[in-house]
């Protein structure tokens, strides 16, 4: 039941719903979801999990004593799984048409604006919808936010009102008042239209770092509706690694739906290639999904570091030096490998950072990712590799002179500088462990010194 006021200003009560207030939105589901709440499949298996684009709320007849009209109860006619903002849009006129025209009493029209209603039932029970305040002559609209079922629409009743000069008759809608001094007639329209924004995502840096945690930020265009923000609930992140030609890591593995690794907002993860995210969202209710492209680079640095992935020796033309000494040498043999492995053993003994770098360098020999050149071909340089590079992936590559295990390969065979092989490949390693040339001495980084032997 609910109470309004008749056209003549009698406080009247009348049947039907009237729901008044608009149901406020929870902060969860405006606000972009951790990746940790899967509330659905990443693609929907039902249409149920979308909200629907448009329904029309299935108004029954116009009551010929009242004028009111409504849904038939326990009827839903349109399903929310999500907040979701929508335009209503109540049409309609009704026509009054005195039975007394004795009254003076003339027939008129009544427009829908605050008259209408819709109302929905949200998953908390909590009731909420609109009497459409905002319109004029046979149409009235509302922007408001649902969230669960569409239940309850249709027209108020009117009111009764009572006839001066007439001992007081009462007279109008009222059944219980006995007197039918009109005949409304007409009938109400009340569809409900999703309102549609399209899924944005963005990295804050499109450019990394290998090994660097890239975030991917989500959002909605437009982001709002006037007052109403556009509701947006992550469903999930998918990552799908780059092929090796493009830059891809050949040891990263594509992600379905968990492809966040920080399981705050934003969604963070390591890059160890070039890939794609592929975020998807339920957009004010509806399931999207968009792309967003990651290119990952070694860290740009002087002298014998090398800035791409393991080179694609099939374009040798168009590769640099480092690359391209790469693709002459070879994996040592079994002579050289010995002396590496002696190397790597001294190394080892240093222990900390140095057992750090002989296992990264184990790693590289074993895959045949180390080759080793000839010298007199490459004189420019005496090896390279990514900075960054790591123990795995693309960019876990190391170029290295011959000079290095034929001639300098031990403290007894050391070069016209005084380094030796030890030296170098706790160099070469380094880089790929992210370390650095010395900012006054390109011959050394961080720790070559500490692990290549002194
Ligand atoms: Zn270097």
Known sequence: MGFIFSRRGVLTVVSGTVLISVGCTRDDVTQPATPGRRLFPTTPVYDLDNSPDQVSAPVGATDPWTGGSSVGTGVTFGTYPYATVVVATASGMLTRTPNYSATGDV????GPT????LGYRDKY??????????????TAVDTLLVQGVLEAAGRNGYGARQYDGYNGVWCGAQRPEHNRCDDWSGGSTITVQRLNAEMTAWPDSEVVVVGSVV?????????????FGVPFVGAGVDWIPSDTSNGGDPNDQPVTYWACQQYISPCGRVITGSGTFRPAAYINGKWKQTTVSVRAIPAVNSGDNATHPRPKCENYASLDSVAKSWCDGSPPDSTQRARIDAALANMRSIGGICVTLANIGDAVLN???????STSSWPGFGGG??????ASG???WVTLANGWTNNYYDASHKD?????LQQLLAHEFDHLNNGRHLTNDNSKTTHSDQCGGG
């Open 215 to 227: 975030h991917l930020l989500q959002g909605a265009t437009p982001s709002s509706w006037g007052s």
């Open 394 to 396: 693309g960019y876990s």
């Open 367 to 373: 895959r045949g990712d180390l080759h080793l050149y």
């Open 114 to 117: 605050g008259n209408a209603y």
């Open 125 to 138: 029970n909590s009731t909420g919808g609109t009497n459409f305040p905002h319109g004029s002559g046979s």
């Open 107 to 110: 027939a008129d029209s009544w």
């Open 385 to 390: 590799a990514p900075q960054g590079g790591g």
């Open 416 to 420: 016209g500088s005084g380094r030796d």
